[in-house]
């Protein structure tokens, strides 16, 4: 299966698939985290938390968390 998301920022830095949902996370270059259901092509929610680039994400393995991590020095 291949799926195409578009954003408006121009890298993306991270992605972390959900373990039990059709979901995914990517971090982008211009401090926005997005979540994606890749089943459906469309877009769940979007987090703008950092003040800079987000370089890491990923998906707790049992609890409904994610971790991110950027250029601001800042873990959520």
């Avoid at 373990?19 to 089943?39: A, E, M």
Wanted: hydrophobic residues 35%; charged residues 30%.
């Amino acid at each position: 299966m291949l799926t195409k998301f578009e954003t408006k920022s121009a890298r993306v830095k991270g992605l972390s698939f959900h373990p039990k949902r059709p979901w995914i996370l990517t971090s982008l270059h211009n401090g926005v985290i997005q979540l994606w259901d890749y089943r459906m092509c469309t877009l769940i929610d979007k987090f703008d938390e950092h003040d800079g680039p987000v370089r890491g994400i990923d998906f707790h393995k049992q609890q409904p968390l994610f971790v991110s991590g950027g250029d601001d020095y800042k873990i959520k």
